[in-house]
Nanobody, 118 residues
Framework: EVKLVESGGGSVQAGGSLRLSCTASGFTFDDSDMGWYRQAPRDECEMVSIISPDGTTEYTDSVKGRFTISQDKVKNTVYLQMNSLKPEDTNVYYC????????????WGQGTEVSVSS
């Protein structure tokens, strides 16, 4: 069974840090790019960061220098270290896999909520 289980969200003040985790089952990371997307209510689903099987990373401009994506292929887990958080980072964050079809936000995992207060 294919599953993506996100965790690590929470409420922090601006400037704080959080580390999101996503454990995948039903496929291996060698077969898929892994990533994080985010979506606020009434907003579009936005790519935050992607990591390929060879470790190549990509970030949306607004998080460059603040967020770091990484993966542990043994644990089949992808992480998103978020530092210097800003109120505009407040969103529900979803783990994604390129091997899985469908919309990136809300299809395969329940998401984890991040709230940043000023």
């Amino acid at each position: 069974e294919v599953k993506l289980v996100e965790s690590g969200g929470g409420s922090v003040q601006a400037g704080g840090s959080l580390r999101l985790s996503c454990t995948a089952s039903g496929f291996t990371f060698d077969d898929s790019d892994m990533g994080w997307y985010r979506q606020a209510p009434r907003d579009e689903c936005e790519m935050v960061s992607i990591i390929s099987p060879d470790g190549t990373t990509e970030y949306t401009d607004s998080v460059k220098g603040r967020f770091t994506i990484s993966q542990d292929k043994v644990k089949n887990t992808v992480y998103l270290q978020m530092n210097s958080l800003k109120p505009e980072d407040t969103n529900v964050y979803y783990c994604t896999a390129s091997i899985l079809a469908g919309p990136k936000c809300g299809t395969w995992g329940q998401g984890t909520e991040v709230s940043v207060s000023s």
